[in-house]
């Protein structure tokens, strides 16, 4: 089993840029697909951005590509979330979550992903 602590959401402007990270602890000898979700009020949770822990691959959802990356840094177990250029429709709880593979299924489905984390808030506003 994996624990997900996220942290850096916070509140910023329209236009700036915002971290967010994930550590795992536990089994974190293991593979995973490590994805960050968000969720606004009122919204489904939508798949951002994932990352594979063993290879470094990425994946990214057509609604942030170009503003949004992702990356892993495996000796701390830490997943980031880079998010430049901030809208409003970004503001959202920002959760990450963790499959072990296989990996046959739609990464943005937040039903195949078992762990979680509590969340961090993101809020873009003037």
């Known amino acids: 089993q994996v624990r997900l602590l996220e942290s850096g959401g916070g509140s910023v402007l329209p236009g700036e840029s915002l971290n967010v990270s994930c550590v795992a602890s536990g089994s974190t000898e293991q593979s995973y697909l490590i994805t960050w979700f968000r969720q606004a009020p009122g919204k489904e949770r939508e798949g951002v951005a994932g990352?594979?822990?063993?290879?470094?691959?990425?994946l990214i959802a057509n609604s942030v590509l170009g503003r949004f990356t992702v990356s892993r840094e495996k000796a701390r177990h830490t997943v980031t979330l880079q998010m430049r250029r901030l809208e409003p429709e970004d503001s959202a709880m920002y959760y990450c979550?963790?499959?072990?593979?296989?990996?046959?299924?739609?990464?943005?489905?937040?039903?195949?992903?078992?762990?979680w984390g509590q969340g961090t808030q993101v809020t873009v506003s003037s």
């Open positions: 979550a963790a499959a072990g593979p296989p990996w046959n299924f739609p990464w943005e489905t937040p039903a195949h992903y078992p762990y």
């Open positions: 990352v594979f822990t063993n290879t470094g691959g990425k």
